[in-house]
């Protein structure tokens, strides 16, 4: 069990000074850094709180510091620094560095995450509430949480940072962090007062108040802390391994297509919904060649296609144009198969409602015609398809089609009746997958580039 300490919640003068060498070659490297590409010319300090003394066998400090790439403020980013003498063997991949400079110097800093006495303090905060300088943590009273839970760091691909306790709870500490509401806790709440069940329901948060007046834009969402669905698969896995195997998916297409009409269903009941006229979808349109032109200029294997991609977004400003209306409501924003969990008895639940973390927190959190959740998924079942060996595209399609008549059966809908908003939707999912590709995994960029290849097609013909 935990023992209880208290936490300093001091602020660190010269702190950064200490970091400054060792963070601008180290953050770079991490997955979860956004600014890729740009090499990091400075840092600036947003908050720092000391958890525990650097005097002391482990020092740990919380930080949100701004990465300055250029001209720009540049992204804030949440760190967890731990500070030890020396690092033991266990802790190798959590170095940092050796500081020469500053308060710290002589003491080795690492990504404190790895280290299970910052996790397990970390959990503690969040059960008892604690507030300590900035920092400020929230519970459900409904959740139990016990103290105690044996900390592990995730492993793996993630845009954050993760670790799990006991096989009970997962804790999600957000690292690139933009003040204001933050939708991976905002639609997980709004869904559990719903009593919507295919999302865990937040046990606990922490927030980082910067402004003292309780100004909203002045807090910002930290980490959140959910019931672990153990012995969960993710869609992806499911979907490589049955591939693998040359077996069908289309049942768990349909079951996935219900769990998501479920999951909108609940978000339109909880949240406002809106009516989208011409005055929407023309600046909606406008976004969306404007991200092809950016994809285009990016990523010189996406120009060839472009005029066509246009087509499709053009498409729909025509029908809007003629009169044609949609309604727009809170979605996921990035669902694609990575974000369905298959609990144990066979139940799908979504995750990870952050939305694309390279949009604006604004535009992430507006109503949207719920179909982008959908082109979503339906360009993850190609994915799947198109990363087997040899490619599948039989499969993608069985699984597609399996997956809109899943979510017609819950929605009453079928997302196939509106082919020139499915496509417009399609077409701007796989632009943002040809970036991200060419940003994040250079060797993947063929598979969205084959949906390019596609979508760039009239759509009468095969
Ligand atoms: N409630 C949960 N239960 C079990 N595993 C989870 C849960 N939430 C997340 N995970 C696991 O953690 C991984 C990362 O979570 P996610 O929310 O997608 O983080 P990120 O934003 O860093 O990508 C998921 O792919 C999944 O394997
Ligand atoms: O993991 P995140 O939620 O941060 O999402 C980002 O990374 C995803 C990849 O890990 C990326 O998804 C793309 O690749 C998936 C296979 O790895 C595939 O299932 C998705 O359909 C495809 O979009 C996602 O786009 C990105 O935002």
Known sequence: MAETVTLSGKTSPGLLASLDPLLREWLPRQRWFAGKGRPVTGFSLVAATELLPAGARLGLYHLLVRARQGAAPGDCYQLLIGV?????????????????QGPLAGRTVFDALYDTRPAELLLEALRTGTRIGALRCERDPEQEIRSGLVPRRLTGEQSNSSVIYGDTFILKLLRRVVPGVNPDLELPLALAREGCPRVPAPTAWMHADLGGDGHEDESYVLAVLQPYVQGAADGWELALRELAKGEDFTAEARALGRATAEVHGALARALPTATLGQAQTGPAVHGMIERLDAAAQAVPALRPYAPALRTAFTALADLAAEGRTWTAQRVHGDLHLGQCLRAASGEWSL??????????????????????????????????????????PGWAHACRAAYCSGYAEAAGVDPRTDPVLLRAYETDKAIYEVVYEARHRPDWLPVPLSAIRRLAAPPDLP
């Not at 690092?87 to 170095?95: K, N």
């Not at 992430?364 to 198109?386: E, I, K």
């Open 84 to 100: 030890r003498a020396a690092l033991p063997p266990r802790l190798a991949p959590a170095l940092i560095g050796h500081v020469t």
């Open 351 to 392: 995750i990870d409602f952050e939305g694309e973390p390279a949009r604006p927190l604004g535009e992430r959190r507006m109503p949207q015609p719920a179909v982008r959740d959908v082109a979503g998924m339906l360009r993850s079942f190609d994915y799947a398809a198109h990363s087997a060996d040899p490619p599948a």
